[in-house]
């Protein structure tokens, strides 16, 4: 099967690795900020490359969403933010299960549901959902990925 001149498994791989840059970037640059709100001038950011399949598959799953919907843009990230938490807590049990730890450490308080997801973050993952809101609509206008 072919799309846009490309075989799909080209496609999905090419879009998914754009997807786990983009996430990467973003960990890099809240963490960044988040160092740099403790006093720590040199800005130092943390994140895992184990997090890239994360990103990728999220991401890929949200576009699905996104075209499934005819909903507007403001309404859609929405709805994005338990897909997001979905995949989090499913990617968090992954890790734990495969190396012994959940990557992101949220602590135990009735905000972390088995430590996996944050709650408080909502609004970080709906501020995400907009980003990826943008990017999407980008992307399907300059067929870039």
């Given amino acids: 099967m072919v799309s846009g001149g490309r075989p799909v498994i ?10 786990a840059c983009v996430g990467l970037l ?7 900020i988040g160092s740099a709100l403790r006093g720590d001038k040199r800005l130092q950011c943390t ?11 999220a991401a890929l799953v ?7 919907l005819p909903w507007p843009w ?3 990230v929405f709805a994005y933010v338990p897909i997001i938490f979905a995949a989090e807590a499913l990617f968090g049990w992954i890790s ?23 709650l408080k973050y909502a609004h970080w993952w709906l501020l995400a959902g907009t980003v990826f809101e943008g990017l999407h609509y980008l992307l399907g206008r300059t067929h870039v990925a």
Wanted: net charge positive; hydrophobic share 50%; proline share 3%.
């Fill in 96 to 118: 734990l299960k495969a190396l012994g730890k959940v990557l992101w450490d949220y602590g135990r308080s009735a905000w972390t549901p088995m430590g996996l997801i944050n």
């Fill in 62 to 68: 949200l576009e699905a969403v996104s075209g499934a």
């Fill in 26 to 32: 973003i960990e890099c640059v809240f963490t960044g």
């Fill in 10 to 19: 080209i496609e999905l791989l090419s879009r998914g690795f754009f997807w």
């Fill in 47 to 57: 994140t895992y490359l184990w997090l890239a399949p994360v990103y990728a598959t």
């Fill in 74 to 76: 403001y309404l859609k």
